[in-house]
């Protein structure tokens, strides 16, 4: 596939060290073929480790999970067999983690990358399934520093009620939560995750998304609830935050909750000031602890949302073409987002001022990398991170994974496979000076 690029240097290799290869082979308890054993372990004395992409196959069940190993430029031996196919890959705020929630077998299973810093080195282990999180139908997940908020929505049909836990890798460690709240209603909605504080969505219909947002804070191992957002929130989806502020997306437009200590404050930009109209409205976000703005979708319009002073600016992403969004991501330290449209380019934006950095031309082909949908999603599947950051895309139809270097805007060799890719998640070592990228918002048809 010919690669067309524009105001771009010229394509560079990943900067990966080859190492000797691990000698992987081994079966866990079910006899199924594992990723090795922990006798596997590796010291290094140097400062990084690219990382591993925790990649899930759309073959047979779309239950099997493969590693690719980012220093050695190779599959790691072996498989990871999941109970059910994930609905989604999560990465830990710490980075060490993968999250494979399944969400109609009402579970969360554990994968530990197998890479973390030990003193002034780094420990190197065969990736392995670390155990299981349950709870009712768990769905949206987001990540705020150090913290993550796993939503559970629960079953109104069978009177079980929606449920939230706190992460964070020291705790996914154990298998375990940090603190665990069951809420008061079933229903489709979010959590966000401010140290003690934690912000989740309530519904007070019978039916239909949550209206408002409940303040808890945290006691021990569980929470209390100490008030709720003075302004509702009709049709809620979608959330994201940054250090002073929570953003929420609404039916007739954005909620934003500002933090002052113990203190919140609301404001509500309706549509019209948002300059959508119609059916048009904000239903996830994008947003990075650091960052001051928040990006909001609504469809395959992009609105640059600065909670401040409520004002809202459009990105023109388009550049006049007639494509739409199919993924988006911000990078690692929130420096650049990246766009991929439904023609198979790749956009990456300057956050500082929001110009665009780069435009890759033809990073996948739609036509091969995205096939029919077999039960385990259509999308291309990408996940932006790495240092320097990398753009990692999911090539069904050539079964690899392209590969985009952030700030040289460069297609890179690509990652070459022996199955199909699906979702796929990036674990490896949260650097020292590295601030965590948050996980945007997802969409779910549910």
Not at 30 to 38: D, F, P, Q, V
Not at 353 to 375: I, K
Not at 419 to 439: K, N, R, S, V, Y
Request: charged share 20%.
């Amino acid at each position: 596939m010919q690669r067309m690029m524009k105001n771009l240097k010229q394509n560079a290799a990943l900067p990966l060290s080859l190492l000797a290869a691990f000698t992987m082979a081994g079966c866990n308890e079910t006899g199924t073929s594992s990723l090795g054993s922990a006798e596997d372990e590796h010291d290094h004395a140097h400062e990084a480790h690219p990382g591993r992409l925790v990649i899930a196959s759309r073959d047979g069940a779309g239950d099997q999970l493969y590693v690719y190993d980012l220093e050695e430029s190779a599959l790691l031996p072996g498989n990871l067999a999941l109970d059910n196919a994930p609905s989604a890959l999560y990465t830990s705020p710490g980075k060490r983690f993968v999250l494979a929630p399944q969400r109609d077998a009402n579970q969360v299973q554990i994968i530990d990358g197998g890479l973390y810093q030990h003193d002034d080195h780094v420990d190197e282990v065969s990736p392995s399934l670390t155990g299981t999180l349950t709870g009712p139908a768990p769905t949206h997940y987001r990540v705020h520093g150090e913290q993550a908020a796993l939503f559970y929505d629960g079953d109104a049909g069978n009177a079980i009620m929606a449920e939230v836990e706190l992460l964070t890798d020291d705790s996914l460690e154990t298998a375990s939560s940090v603190a665990s709240q069951t809420l008061a209603s079933a229903h489709h909605g979010v959590a966000e995750p401010r140290g003690d504080v934690l912000l989740a969505t309530f519904r007070t219909a019978a039916s239909g998304l949550p209206e408002k947002v409940d303040i808890y804070h945290q006691h021990n191992d569980h929470y209390h609830q100490e008030g709720t957002v003075s302004l509702d929130c009709p049709g809620l989806h979608g959330a994201g935050s940054n250090e002073d502020y929570s953003v929420f997306g609404c039916s007739d437009g954005v909620l934003i909750v500002h933090q002052d200590g113990e203190n919140f404050t609301a404001q509500h930009v309706n549509n019209a000031a948002l300059g959508l109209a119609g059916s048009e409205r904000v239903g996830s976000f994008d947003s990075h602890h650091e960052m001051p703005h928040f990006v909001g979708y609504a469809g395959d319009r992009i609105l640059i949302i600065h909670p401040d002073d409520g004002d809202v600016q459009e990105l023109d992403w388009k550049e006049g073409a007639a494509v739409s969004l199919d993924s988006h991501s911000l990078d690692p330290h929130g420096e650049h987002l990246v766009l991929l449209d439904d023609a198979g380019d790749l956009r990456i934006f300057d956050t500082a001022d929001w110009s665009e950095h780069a435009h890759v031309e033809n990073a996948v082909d739609p036509a091969t990398a995205a096939p029919p949908a077999s039960g385990h999603g259509s999308r291309v599947a990408m996940t932006v991170a790495g240092e320097p950051a990398h753009a990692f895309l999911s090539d069904a139809g050539s079964q690899s994974i392209v590969v985009v270097h952030l700030e040289e805007g460069s297609i890179e060799t690509p990652l070459s496979l022996n199955f199909t890719p699906g979702a796929l998640a990036w674990a490896g070592l949260a650097g020292a000076h590295e601030e965590h990228a948050e996980d945007g918002d997802h969409d779910h048809d549910h």
